[in-house]
Structure formats: C-alpha cells, structure tokens
C-alpha cells in the first residue's frame, strides 16, 4: 500500500507539471524527493537496487559542508579540510504518457566525475564538477505510470584536486523538462545587438532548431522582443524554415527603436521570445533575457556604451560560506548586495564557470562578469585536478560555457585561464591559440583574456599567442608601469590585485609595521600570531601581493589600466594562507566568511562610490597608556577630527597618494569621535565606545518578510552587547539557537579563519563580539521565532514571517 500510494502521488504529481499543453516546452523544478547514500554501493545504479534505509534530501546538497573539520581529510587544509569521497544520490519518479516528445535532465553542475543512469542504463559521464549538462531521458522511460528510477553516482575522491574548497555532490539545480520533438535546441538561442544607437539597435537571433522527428518538417519561426514591462516593442516572423535534418539554424534581425540600455547603473533587461509555429499549433516556446549595451576596450580604460568606466570588481569563489557550496539564490544575492553597497560593479568566477543563477542575478543587478574556463589546463597545480581530463574534455567543456552563458549582458569577458603553466613554454601558444578559437567561434562579440603572471614578453608564451584581446595580470603591480613599453598596443586589466590577509577585529600594533608572511617561495612561516589572526589595519599580505592600499593606489596611477579585480571579494573555504592547520579558510576577503565586512571594505567604498564614508577603526577595549593607532577612512569630505572624551586630538587630511589618515593615541577609556567635514560644515560623525563585559544578545534580520518556498534565508547577525549597547569586542560566548514555526537554522558561523566548529550546529562561539545564524524557510507558511541565549546574557528572540 505505501508503494501504491507513493505511486498516485507521484504520478498526480507528474501529471499537473507535464499536463499542460502537449505542444509546449514545460520546465520543472526536481530538486525534491531524493535519497542519498554517502560511500560507494555496488548495484546503486539497477532500479531494483532497495534504497529505503537511505537519507531523503532535497537538492542542491553539498555533503563536505555537512562533515567534521579534519586535518586527515585528504582534501588537507587547503581544500578546506572538509571530507569528500564518493557518494550516490537517487531518485523514484513517475510520468504521465510522453508520446511525441523528448524528456531531458538538465544538471547545473555536479562535484565531480558524476555518472548518470536512468532505469539502470547508462546516460553518461562528466568529470568536470563545475560545467553544466544535460541528457536525454525518452528512450529509456517507462511506460506512462510505471516507476523510473534516476541515479547518479558521484566521485570525488581522488584528493587533493584543488587550490580552494570544491564541495562534493549535487551542489547546483537540477530540472525535468519535456518538449515537443521540434524544439529549440540546449542552449539554442544567440542573441546580440550588432549595432546599437541612443536611436535605434539592431536585435540579431540566431536560433538552433532540434528535429526528432525523423523526417523534414517545414516551421515557421517567430521571434518577439519585450521591453521591461512585457510589451511587445518589435516582432520578426520567419515561414518556411525547412528542417532538413536533425539540426537547423536560422537567422533573424530586428529593429528596436530608442533602446534601453544596459548598465552596471541601470541594468535594464529585455526578454526575447522565440516560438515555433507548425501551422497554427505551436511546437515550442524559448525565452533569452537580453540586454543592450556595447563594450569595448582602450588602450586607456574601458568603455561601457561609450563612456568610461572603471572595472571595480572583485574575485568570487563559488562557496556560499556556512551553506558550502550548494547554490542558493538568497546567498549569491546577499554577498552582491554587500558588494554592491561598497561600489564594486564587476565579479570575476575565479576560476571557474559559474552557477547560472548568479549570472541572473549579475544581470539584474548590474554587474559585469569576467566569465573564467579554467584554473589548469594539461598542467597540474594539484595531483587529482582538471589537468587528467583536460586533453579530452576541455573543447566540449568550453563549448557549453561559451554557448550556456553567451547570452547573459553582465557577461562582458571570457578567460580562458588563471596563472596557466603552459605560460612559461610553447604549448601555451598553441593552447591559447585554440581556445581562443573555440571561444570566438562561438562568440565573436566578446573580447577573451588570460590571467597571466609574467611581464616579460619574452618568458611568457601565451600572450606570444598574440589572439588575446586583452593581456590581464596578476599582481606583481610595481611593475604596472612598465606594461605599455613592454607589451606595446595592447590593452590591460589588473584580475588580480592584493591578496591582502585580515581577520575581522583584530589589530596588530604598530600600524605601519609591513608584515609579508611568508618573506618567499622557499621559506614557512616562522613569525605570525599564535591564535591564527591577522590585522585588520592593512597591513600583512604574502610576498607575491600586496596591501590593498598599496595595491589600489598603483592601479590608480596606471590610467593605461582598465580596472581591476581583488582578490579576494569575500573570504572563502581553503587555501588559509599564510598559516598551517586548524586554520581552514582564507583570509583575503575585503568580507569575511559569514558576510561581515572587514575595515578594508569601507577603505575601497571611500574610493569606489560617491557616497559620504566615514569609518573610524579600531575597537575601544586596550590596556591603560597603550599606544594605538586610529585610522579613519572617509569621503567626500576635506578632513577629519578626533576626538577623546570630548578633547581634540587633531585635524588630518590626506594629501597626494594617502588613503587613510591616522593619529597614534596613548589609550583612554570612555568615547572616541570622529567628524569628516567639508567646507567647514559636517558631513559624518562616527562614534566608537569602550565597552563593558557582555551582557546581552542582540539579532538583526537582513529580512524578516520570507518566501515559505524551502529555499528563502533570513541571515541573522548576533552582536553580543554590554549594558550600554556597545558591542564588546573580544566577546566570545557560546550562543544557542532554537527555531519553532515552519523554518529551520541552515547554518552558523562567525567569520574566525580557524574555528573547529560545525557550520550545521545551532550553536555558535561569538568571534570578536558578533556571530550568524542562517534561518532557512520550509514550504509552509507562518510565524518563525529565532531564539538565542547564552550562558550569563539576557537571552533574546526575533519574529520573521514566511508567507
């Protein structure tokens, strides 16, 4: 009875997604109803195989996130430290009859070297963990109401394979879709504005037609262009397009009058509908966001619809902090929305292509994206990595980037590498000559780079290739101004600046004593702090980058520079340079690994945006008659005072290349100030507070009205406060959480680099007075109540409501 009974479900289920018009495209979400299996299991793969004692989960899944930190774990510290291995996901389900039309199962992305099957029959194999794929169910499809059963084996145990945490699993979406057998093609559409005017734009679509019918069939093909709004603002209609074969591809052009832009200000967007008419039946029906705008770069910057503007960007792993790597679309939109806030308009996918989601998400939001390939290519930078498939996957691999991504606006760059090793001999001639092929011949609309590491031309043999359109650098930014005489003609770009380290609260003094750690290549780390920190005043970075400010200001000098990316936008699991285990994440981010900005954030939104900054750092908690230095950040203003308990310690101003000011402080308690001004007249105050011992909780709510979807998160900071309010900034306490209503904790963290503690417990040790709890909604609606105490506190609690 409870097979029969999971068996109607199923097929009701089936039926209301796949009952609709029998003609059309129908997209469906399958992330739900799937059974894991962490380890390997002979017969998985058979439909007969018993999988009831299996773990129910809903996709995307990410297990690493789920282990215990472990300095064993072959991924070693440098992979995060997490557990990896193999693992089997299945999944039951049941269609309704689907004569005449194909089925398919599209992946977004799986970690890695998965291998799927339908009903025990093999679809096919991907190695790479980050590219997506999809395959072709229809033939091997039960009859309508029996049970098909899909798994997917997924093997990532072959360690270490990477220089920063993967994650293991089904970690991006997954969908069920069905069309008729004349349908646009995966990936089908390719749409782009030749010309383009504050009067007019030219609208070109080339559309890829898929005939499964075995035999000619004749079509019309209509495309429709659709302004913000969804009116119709131009129409194209071609009859009589013979589909000779399995594959067909027409070409149209429409004219759109006054064009929207596209822009990292206002990012406005079009959709482009394409349908497929048999007669008066409709056979297919395919949208393509599009945005208008034109690119282009100088020799003197880079223009976007003509006008200059300087690439703010920054380097983006794709790890989503305490949720690992499973994708979800409120956490990508939380750290752009953090990014935004500091003037950053450009995201690097270092190195890797990203989720599809997050170029959605960059379109609407306006930020243009240098879309990378590849961290390796027959060369290895780890035993295990991308290097043993590149030779037979790297054509296919690139082909579905360029082709998946080539219609996103925010997309304004490919790359085709980071720090390659074939630049140091002739195969990275060749290679980059093909790539580079293979990527224009798919879109010659887009310029291509490579992230080299060497300025001189005669040692580095891919910029010899002579095709890139534009040679991008990575660090190495004292000898910025030597590119123009030694790479004559050609345009720049900094993709990576900095690598600067910091841990969010902490301060080393003196301010102005460099720290590079390691001193080189050759030596480790003997110097360091014993609990795992560096300063957040700027100044520690490894001997190959840089401080930011130091960073910053010679891209500034270099107008020959078209912008930059730095490394790193937020911090990320792995790769926890400069120091040994427990220290398991990194500390390069400009944001830490919960999402809380560190100091230099507001040193780049003093020079990225045109709002008023004005931040004043350090805490206010120091040993009586210590020396500290205090720095101000500020913008648009002429200067700063400060003040100490009311008494004025000085006016200072920036002058020439400085970007912060500073005044050494013999310490006080009580209250120190902070006014920029301009003209005489205040602009900001900033106000920072010795603090007490802890005495309370405080939870702010990034939102608190949430989409009971099983997907909407809520992230909730935990400050932990003295009586006055202030934060108190070496709090540690151990906070617990408990949720009641339709919503659970996803994840906590507190941004520490070298924290042991599990990113899926309900309690967390506050780190320099502040903590996150991720609340994460069910399918219900209702009231959820975050509850947070800790031992001595007031405890406290938040209401959020899911609707």
């Known amino acids: 009875m409870p097979r029969l009974l999971l068996s109607l479900l199923l097929l009701l ?29 002979a017969g998985a793969k058979d439909a007969a195989f018993s999988d009831a004692s299996w773990r129910k989960l809903t996709l995307p899944h990410d297990w690493s996130i789920e282990g215990q930190f472990d300095e064993k774990n072959p991924a070693k510290p440098e992979g995060g430290g997490l557990p990896t291995g193999i693992g089997w996901y299945r999944k039951t389900f049941t269609l309704p009859s689907t004569a005449g039309r ?80 004349v349908a646009v093609d995966e990936w089908g559409t390719f749409v782009t504005t030749p010309t383009v005017s504050a009067q007019a734009a030219t609208v070109a679509v080339q559309t890829q037609l898929r005939n499964a019918t075995g035999a000619p069939r004749m079509v019309s093909l209509q495309t429709v262009l659709l302004d913000q709004n969804g009116r119709e603002v131009a129409r194209q209609l071609t009859p009589g397009v013979k589909l000779a074969g399995a594959s067909t591809t027409a070409s149209q052009k429409l004219s759109l009058k006054n064009p929207q832009l596209w822009s990292v200000a206002k990012p406005y967007l079009y959709r482009v509908k394409t349908t497929i008419l048999a007669g008066k039946i409709t056979e297919d029906e395919y949208e393509t966001s599009l945005g208008v705008r034109t690119c282009e770069f100088t020799q003197t910057g880079f223009l976007l619809n003509g006008q200059p503007l300087r690439i703010q960007g920054v380097c983006q792993h794709h790890d989503l902090g305490a949720l690992g790597a499973a994708v ?100 990275g001639t060749r290679l980059t000559r093909e790539l580079t092929a293979t990527v224009k011949r798919l879109d010659p609309t887009r310029p291509v780079t490579s992230a080299l590491t060497e300025q001189e031309p005669a040692k580095n043999f891919i910029s010899q290739a002579g095709v890139l359109d534009v040679l991008s650098f990575n660090y190495k930014h004292a000898e910025y101004p030597k590119l123009p005489s030694s790479f004559p003609g050609q345009k720049f770009l900094a993709t990576e600046i900095a690598a600067a380290y910091e841990t969010r609260g902490h301060y ?34 490894p001997y190959w980058g840089a401080t930011h400010e130091a960073a910053w200001r010679a891209v500034k000098n270099s107008p020959f520079i078209s912008g930059v990316f730095v490394w790193s936008g937020f911090d990320y699991l792995g790769e926890p340079l400069p120091y040994p285990w427990p220290a398991r994440s990194s500390y390069f981010g400009v944001i830490d690994l919960a999402g809380f900005p560190k100091d230099a954030y507001y040193l780049y939104q003093s020079e990225w945006t045109t709002q008023p900054v004005l931040h004043l750092l350090p805490h206010w908690n120091w040993k009586p008659g210590q020396t500290v230095d205090v720095w101000a950040y500020y913008s648009q203003a002429d200067e ?51 603090a007490g011992p802890p005495a309370k909780i405080e939870l702010n709510a990034d939102r608190s009205k949430l989409r009971a979807d099983a997907k909407d998160l809520a992230f909730i900071t935990v400050r932990v406060l003295d009586n006055a309010g202030n934060l108190v900034p070496d709090a540690a306490n151990l906070v617990k959480f408990s949720v ?26 506050a780190y320099n007075g502040m903590a996150l709890a991720i609340i994460q909604t069910t399918d219900k609606g209702g009231q959820i109540t975050l509850q947070a105490t800790s031992e001595g506190l007031a405890p406290t609690a938040l209401k959020l409501t899911s609707n």
């Open 13 to 41: 289920s089936a039926q209301s997604i796949f009952g609709a018009q029998p003609g059309t495209r129908v997209v469906a979400d399958f992330n739900q109803g799937w059974k894991f299996y962490l380890g390997d299991e």
């Open 102 to 181: 194909n089925v398919f199962i599209e992946f977004d992305g799986v970690y890695k070297r998965s291998e799927v099957w339908l009903n025990g029959y093999s679809l096919g194999q991907r190695p790479n963990g980050y590219i997506s794929f999809r395959y072709e169910l229809t033939r091997y499809l039960q009859p309508a109401g029996k049970p098909n059963v899909l798994a997917v084996r997924v093997d990532n145990s072959a360690q270490p394979d990477s220089r920063w945490y993967t994650g293991s699993g089904i970690y991006r979406n997954v969908r069920l879709m069905t069309t008729h057998q």
């Open 328 to 427: 979800n679309v409120r956490a990508m939109d939380r750290q752009l929305e953090i990014l935004k806030a500091m003037g950053c308009n450009a995201i690097r996918t270092a190195h890797n292509p990203p989720a599809p989601e997050l170029l959605d998400l960059c379109d609407k939001m306006g930020f243009l994206v240098l879309d990378e390939a590849f961290d390796m290519w027959q060369k290895k930078k780890n035993g295990q990595d991308y290097h043993l498939d590149f030779k037979q996957w790297h054509r296919r691999d690139l082909e579905d980037q360029i082709r998946r991504d080539r219609n996103h606006p925010s997309v304004f760059l490919w790359s085709i590498g980071n720090e390659i090793r074939e630049q140091f001999d002739s195969t």
């Open 508 to 541: 080393d003094l003196p301010s102005d004593s460099l720290r590079i750690w390691p001193k080189d290549g050759k030596t480790k780390l003997t110097s360091g702090n014993p609990d795992f920190t560096a300063s957040s005043y700027d100044h520690a970075a």
């Open 640 to 690: 700063v005072e400060l003040f100490l308990n009311g008494k004025s310690l000085g006016i200072k101003k920036k002058s020439a290349d400085d970007l912060h000011v500073m005044w050494r402080v013999p310490y006080a308690p009580g209250t120190l100030q902070a006014i920029s001004r301009k003209a005489g007249q205040t602009v900001l105050t900033s106000t920072i507070k010795t």
């Open 740 to 765: 009641s209503g339709p919503g659970f904790v996803a994840g906590v963290d507190n941004g520490y680099q070298a924290s042991m503690e599990s990113f899926k417990a309900r309690e967390r040790k």
